[in-house]
Nanobody, 120 residues
């Protein structure tokens, strides 16, 4: 059974940092694109960052320079380092695994989400 389990969410003040993890089990995620998404109350889910099977990363404009996505294939784990957090980063953060090594397709597996709250 495939599972993606996020951890590391919490509450932090504006300007602070959090590090999210997404542990995969039931399959080897190193061959696939992995991504982080978030959904704030009353808003649609948006893509935050993604990393393909060869380590190429992309970010949504609002987090560029503040967030860093990475993966440890030996641990089958995806990470999101979030620095200089802002109240508008408050959301439930989800990790997802794609169908392919490139990040051009849809998303196959999703985690259950972890709450990130940034206070001003």
């Amino acid at each position: 059974q495939v599972q993606l389990v996020e951890s590391g969410g919490g509450s932090v003040q504006s300007g602070g940092s959090l590090s999210l993890s997404c542990a995969a089990s039931g399959y080897t995620n190193s061959q696939y694109c992995m991504g982080w998404f978030r959904q704030a109350p009353g808003k649609e889910r948006e893509g935050v960052a993604r990393i393909n099977s060869v380590g190429t990363t992309t970010y949504t404009d609002s987090v560029k320079g503040r967030f860093t996505i990475s993966r440890d294939n030996a641990k089958n784990t995806l990470y999101l380092q979030m620095n200089s957090l802002k109240p508008e980063d408050t959301a439930i953060y989800y990790c997802a695994s794609g169908w392919y090594g490139s990040c051009s397709g849809s998303w196959r597996y999703w985690g259950q989400g972890t709450q990130v709250t940034v206070s001003s």
